[in-house]
């Protein structure tokens, strides 16, 4: 598949997702409990509450997360790759948007626990360190290639 079109795809599921969590928690504001989970214990469960204008702060982390990782991935020239060969940037270029998606689906996930006063489940650590670990490998042993 062509990397631009693979890209493409990638941000977009990504916003698509920060979008529909966003759409979510503000159609559901006044549904919300006044205080919601605002840090996790590593088996996801609620260690400490905020109020729920908490959320309004890890949307716009997101939000801002995300628009760096999609305008990083076209300035690949300030990227610190290993080496710089064409096959590192061509990895780079499709792992800083899947870094993005990851980044959206960890954030809005978060949102979504937070609002609905949700525990995480004891498999998010191991997927968010999986998920973002897996990418940056690939990149890695991938760019010592060619």
């Known amino acids: 598949m062509n990397t631009k079109i693979l890209r493409f795809i990638l941000q977009g599921l990504g916003l698509l997702i920060l979008l529909a969590v966003t ?20 088996a996801g469960h609620p260690e400490s509450f905020e109020p729920k204008t908490a959320l309004l702060s890890l ?24 080496v710089k060969t ?6 780079a270029g499709v792992l800083m948007p899947v870094l993005g998606l990851m ?7 978060l949102s979504f626990c937070s609002a609905l006063g ?17 990418p940056v490998l690939v990149l890695i042993i991938g760019s010592f290639g060619e």
Not at 23 to 42: G, H, K, N, Y
Not at 72 to 82: D, E, I, V
Not at 86 to 91: E, G, L, Q, T, V
């Open 23 to 42: 759409i979510f928690i503000v159609l559901r504001w006044q549904e919300l409990p006044a205080e919601i989970p605002s840090r996790f214990d590593a």
């Open 59 to 82: 949307l716009a982390v997101a939000w801002v997360g995300y628009g760096l990782f999609t305008v990083l991935s076209y300035f690949p020239k300030t990227w610190n790759l290993p």
């Open 86 to 91: 064409p096959r590192a940037y061509r990895i």
């Open 103 to 109: 980044l959206a689906l960890i954030f809005g996930y």
């Open 118 to 134: 949700r525990d995480l489940g004891a498999w998010f650590l191991p997927a968010v360190l999986a998920g973002i670990g897996i």
